[in-house]
């Protein structure tokens, strides 16, 4: 059968991919820090040319019953050697030295939780995100970012998502109660059978499946608020603010099946999420600055129906629980104050909350200070 060909054909060119992948990544020149991930890429690469060999081995068979089988896992090939091409070996192509910043954040969190003490560390260059697979995530993180000690604790936000991705049946969980008490809340108390409540039921039920991504977010910003404290506020505060009105008010029609709420609802949650942790100061000093843009910019917080106070005491208690199911790290009162992170091994999280104190101190003179802690502790 000519299937039998196409697929035998289609095989081999995969199982030749492969083999060109395992070379590149074999001769990689790369920083120490990337050796774990070049160790699991690797094995993923051995693993689907043995996959590749097994399916030409039933096509050897001439059997056509297993043709179906062939067909699919061969399909299922297709895909993760185009994930491994498209996104996995950018981890690799474009290594430099400056690596080490960035690849360093990473494994630090990924030790610091049980579920993901295993997992190499590893990025490429976009806007700050990350691909949240088990066993083997995938972040990014802009290029001039990538050189500098401030926004370094944005890699905290996204190890959220791989957090949630550990948890995930749990957490789920959790979200779907939280969405029931929304929907409970949006039903109002008498209900019309036309053609307006029903698309009025449809907008409210848009509202509740947004709010699915929605708390993600706002759990996210939660693990990144406990891991690196007043570090990750400031930095968040300064990366999300565009200084434009969408931070504060966007169309309905944006709103509905958005991955993000309105930035101005994330920065005053966590603010108030950082003042219950006892970091005041910091978060008086954030939501000044946003409200000092609001002002200039002649526009008000408008969430368009999506949020309202009635639902925030279920919202802040929802998250809370996601954390104590997650269990990311504390940041500490030394944490914090960024003590201490001089010794050895390095405390991360002190040196990084120690950069914004620096920053916010003396901002001209910041730049200096930076480039000797990223000469002295990275080697750069």
Known sequence: MRIRETLRRKNQDLKQDLENVKHIVSIARIVEELEPYRVALLTRTLDLIDASRQNLAWLDIEDDILLPDVLSETFILLQRVRLIKLRYLRGLYRTTNWDRVCLQTIAWVHRRHEQTVTYPAVFADDDVSTIPSKGLPFYFFPCLEQRGLRFQPLFFHEFGHVLYKCHEQELDSLVGDFQQIVEA?????????????????????????????????????????????????????????????????????????????????????????????????????????????????????????????????????????????????????????????????????????????KFTEDPNGFQSWEAKVLEETYGL
């Open 185 to 357: 809340e949006l039903l109002p108390a008498s209900q019309r059978n036309d053609q307006y409540a029903q698309e009025q039921a449809r907008l409210r039920q848009s509202i509740v499946e947004t709010w699915y991504k929605w708390v993600q977010e706002f759990f996210c910003d939660a693990v990144g608020l406990s891991i690196g404290g007043p570090c990750f506020l400031n930095a968040f505060s300064d990366y999300i603010g565009k200084l434009q009105t969408t931070d504060y008010f966007r169309q309905a029609s944006d709103l509905h099946g958005s991955s993000h709420p309105v930035s101005c609802l994330r920065l005053k949650l966590l603010a108030e999420r950082a003042e219950r942790a006892g970091l005041g100061r910091d978060a008086e000093n954030v939501v000044r600055n946003w409200n000092d843009v609001a002002k200039l910019l002649g526009v008000s917080e408008d969430y368009q129906g999506f949020y309202t106070d009635l639902i925030k005491t279920s919202l802040v208690q929802t998250v809370d629980d996601m954390l104590v199911e997650a269990s990311p790290y504390q940041c500490s009162e030394d944490d914090a104050a960024g003590l201490g992170w001089e010794g050895r091994p390095m405390n991360l999280i002190a040196l990084l909350n120690e950069a914004w104190v």
